[in-house]
């Protein structure tokens, strides 16, 4: 089993709906983050949170919140999904300074 | 001006042949670089991190560091076609996150 799930992996919904993406991770890390990834423009940050009680805006967090349920889980949601939010999204994790280790990924499509 | 800008390729070199990925980056209070490989439709996989000027090496990676032209590269000596991918380069100042470039495509031709 991966070390930081992501559900759902694919996902396609339509304009105006809710959506949440789920996270979870068994490293035992405290810090946790939510990436987009559009093709030519690289992972951008959305969310990130150091524990359970801190969570801090990243450089593109319109349209997005965050809750972090526990140390090991981090959901995302798009409260009103909209056409440009199709994305590859990536949950990551992180101890302390260290590398950043990524999910597998959750292809979201908003038609 | 971007913060971390690559060549978005694709770099293609034939089997065997060496490989050179740049990265250059505008923050000059970046302390800490890494290369990530990502293939197509995964995640990205870190290769190698470096943290002091000079080179380091791991295997067939080379991760070089100039900190004065604010440049960072990666050599892949004898490359295979399974390297065909995309490298993120990504730095960071201590205590904050990290900036992504947008990655260079590499294909290496049979």
């Known amino acids: 089993d991966a070390d930081v799930t992501q559900t759902p992996r694919n996902r396609i919904t339509k304009t105006g709906k809710r959506i949440m993406l789920e996270c979870s991770q068994t490293?035992?890390?405290?810090?946790m983050y939510w990436y987009r990834q559009d093709p030519g423009l690289g992972l951008r940050l959305i969310y990130y949170?150091?524990?359970?009680?801190?969570?801090n805006k990243g450089e593109i967090s319109d349209g997005y919140s965050v809750s972090r349920q526990a140390q090991a889980k981090f959901s995302l949601s798009l409260e009103s999904a909209i056409p440009n939010q199709t994305a590859l999204y990536f949950c990551a994790t992180r101890q302390g300074t260290g590398e950043l280790f990524f999910g597998e990924g959750s292809r979201l499509t908003v038609l | 001006q971007k913060e971390v800008e690559q060549n978005s390729g694709p770099l293609s070199v034939p089997e065997g042949a060496i490989a050179s990925l740049n990265c250059t980056y505008s923050?000059?209070?970046?302390?800490?670089f890494f290369w990530y490989r990502q293939y197509s439709g995964k995640s990205p996989e870190l290769i190698m991190f470096?943290?002091?000027?000079g080179d380091k090496e791991d295997g067939r990676f080379t991760a070089q560091l100039n900190k004065a032209s604010q440049y960072v590269s990666l050599l892949i000596r004898d490359s295979q076609p399974s390297d065909s991918a995309t490298y993120l380069c990504a730095v960071m100042r201590y205590g904050q996150n990290f900036v992504f470039g947008p990655g260079t495509r590499l294909s290496v031709l049979p």
């Open positions: 490293k035992g890390h405290d810090r």
């Open positions: 949170s150091f524990d359970v009680k801190d969570i």
């Open positions: 470096i943290y002091s000027n």
């Open positions: 923050d000059r209070g970046s302390q800490s």
